[in-house]
């Protein structure tokens, strides 16, 4: 069947349509004097890309009209440079119309056509901002599509300082026990930027808080072990009140009871005595027992300092990946999001094409499931987004009131430039683990010495003053003073082999401490091989993504335009935005990984800024 052109020309823009087609074949546009003007054929439309699908929908919400099949194929002839305003410039693909196609649809004119199958009103150039946050990306914009590349919603980037509000801060009683619904509503949400996050880390975890006590109370240890140089001075005082208990006025008695040298109390005299004395302990030699025991403070106390360094790094890098992870679930977030608009784009043309007798009902309930499946992926992402920013608000020990989200936008953060030979030299000097076994093994070393010590020779000081004063109601007080001063020696001869099984002991300690360090010393070197090698292969996963990401856009926005004009399939479609969605996934998920492997491998190196 010879296919009929009908040529609209209505100012400067030209369409071509095609009257006699297949069933699968879109009907020809017919447009009014409203439409008919040179900017509507030429420049009114938008290009097509899945997060913007509000960009081909008319002012009234209905879906455009489906383009003509030498417009599609003018457009399909163009190169990926090429923009749709120059297809009316080329001629059409007549190969198209030689098809075999089945029984021509009837011609339908503008009056009536079904309000779905109106023509779109005129629309702008631009496509207007779409009510939800785009994917987050740090690519520059693809030849296909003009408009910038989408980024994380927020309010500054990796380098913007933003004072940190007050109210972010917890309550300074650590004790506080919420007892009404009230007090754990959350009422703000803050965006904060990686840098404020680690800086609110450093301010209000507790495991920080936990080791820079610990700090302080070795320290106070050491104190403790240098006190055991300086002499040790008692004040002692007693007074005591006594009298007889039997009063008697028999003489006899009372003179037995003399002869037993018991007060008989006769006359009721009553004793009082006071006493008071100081003493003065001093060891002049203790076989080297306090500079161990001071050594073993001192080592302690740099061992949990070691361990304040690793608990820092630690909190930098949960504190990096709870960060990462936020971004990950708001960008996952955002491109579910797209993927909803672009279902529910999908099942209104699907709807307009069954209304019009161009689609199947099998279309219309394959695009339903289509949307019903991405809604349910939505949900997923949002209960993900809100557990991401819990648990970095937990991290920080913020207000029970306050909740987070990321204002850094999803890119790269920053670049390793060490070779993987000098940063496992490096790692190897800054470790804070390796430092740690070795003051382990230094603390052995001492306790080994003071336990020999306990078995030598001690040689001790004591001094003593005492002051007296006693006396009766009858009697006139009595006062005595005395003084004793004296050196005592001690020697543990035997003590049935304790000494040496407790050297046994930190003997034992000290060769786990050295397995130890061997055992941490190629755990550090896997660490940084591991993250070099995440780093690497997820520096080139960006750049491939980012293209795949293009391809993916151009591929849904022709099988948009296939699908519109009738000679493309919805499974087309649906397949295309499924591809564009994981595209997308992927390039995010490029992105964060390289982020947390970098986190990793400044971790695994150390005493590095994020």
């Not at 006769?266 to 060891?283: I, K, M, V």
């Not at 209104?348 to 499946?373: I, K, Y």
């Amino acid at each position: 069947m010879k296919p009929s052109f009908e040529l609209l020309a209505l100012g400067v823009g030209v369409w071509l349509t095609v009257g006699a087609m297949g069933a699968a074949s879109a009907n020809p546009v017919s447009q009014d004097d409203s439409d008919s003007s040179p900017q509507n054929t030429t420049e009114s439309r938008p290009v097509l890309t899945p997060l913007t699908l509000g960009a081909h929908r008319d002012t009234d919400g209905d879906p455009t009209p489906p383009f003509a099949i030498a417009s599609l194929h003018r457009m399909s002839a163009l190169s990926p440079n090429s923009s749709i305003a120059q297809a009316p410039e080329r001629k059409p693909a007549i190969a198209l119309t030689n098809q075999p196609t089945a029984k021509p649809a009837p011609k339908q004119t503008t009056a009536q056509r079904t309000p779905a199958q109106r023509p779109s009103a005129p629309l702008p150039t631009t496509a207007p901002p779409a009510p939800a946050p785009t994917t987050p990306t740090g690519s520059p914009p693809t030849p296909t599509n003009p408009a910038p590349a989408p980024t994380t919603p927020g309010t500054g980037g990796a380098n913007q300082l933003v004072p940190t509000p007050a109210f972010l801060d917890p309550s300074p009683n650590r004790l506080q026990f919420p007892t009404r619904p009230g007090e754990v509503q959350i009422r703000a949400t803050q965006p904060i930027s990686l840098q404020q996050a680690i800086e609110l880390a450093e301010r209000n975890n507790r495991d920080l808080e936990v080791a820079r006590l610990q700090v302080e109370q070795s320290r106070a240890a050491i104190r403790e072990a240098r006190a055991g140089n300086f002499p040790t001075l008692g004040l002692t005082a007693n007074l005591t009140r006594s009298g007889s208990a039997f009063i008697t006025q028999d003489t006899q008695q009372n003179s037995f009871l003399e002869q037993l040298g018991i007060d008989s109390g006769g006359s009721g005299s009553t004793r009082t005595a006071f006493s008071t004395g100081a003493q003065l302990n001093y060891d002049l030699f203790t076989s080297g027992l306090r500079p161990a025991q001071i050594q073993a403070a001192e080592r302690r106390s740099r061992a949990t300092e070691l361990q304040l360094e690793q608990t820092r790094e630690d909190v930098r890098l949960q504190v990096s990946n709870d960060y990462y992870n936020l971004q990950n679930a708001d960008s996952q977030v955002a491109i579910n999001e797209a993927a909803v608009r672009n279902a529910e784009a999908n099942l209104r043309d699907s709807r307009a094409q069954e209304t019009a007798g161009l689609g199947t009902r099998f279309d219309t309930l394959r695009a339903e499931v289509n949307l019903a499946n991405a809604q349910q992926q939505l949900r997923n992402t949002q209960a993900n987004q809100e557990i991401a920013r819990r648990q970095l608000a937990q991290r920080l020990s913020l207000s029970e009131s306050v909740s987070l989200t990321a204002a850094d936008p999803v890119q790269p953060a920053g670049t390793w430039t060490i070779p993987l030979e000098d940063s496992i030299v490096l790692a190897y000097r800054n470790r804070a683990e390796l430092e740690e076994q070795l003051v382990q093994r230094e603390i052995s070393q001492a306790q080994i010495r003071a336990v020999r010590a306990q078995n030598g020779v001690t040689l001790g000081l004591t001094a003593a003053y005492n002051f007296s004063r006693s006396g009766t109601v009858d009697t006139s007080a009595r006062n005595s003073d005395s003084y004793s001063l004296g050196l005592q020696a001690r020697w543990n001869l035997f003590d049935g082999g304790a000494t040496n099984a407790q050297i046994a002991q930190q003997e034992r300690n000290r060769e786990i401490a050295e397995a130890r360090f061997a055992q941490n010393r190629n755990l550090v070197r896997f660490q940084v091989e591991q993250a070099f090698a995440n780093l690497q292969a997820n520096l080139a996963n960006i750049n491939t993504t980012q293209q795949s990401v293009a391809q993916a856009e151009e591929a849904l926005r022709l099988a948009i335009l296939r699908f519109q004009a009738g000679v493309g399939t919805q499974t087309d479609r649906i397949s295309a935005e499924a591809a564009l969605t994981q595209a997308q996934g992927n390039r995010v998920s490029a992105i964060i990984n390289y982020n947390l492997a970098l986190a990793q491998l400044r971790r695994a190196v150390s005493n590095l800024a994020p």
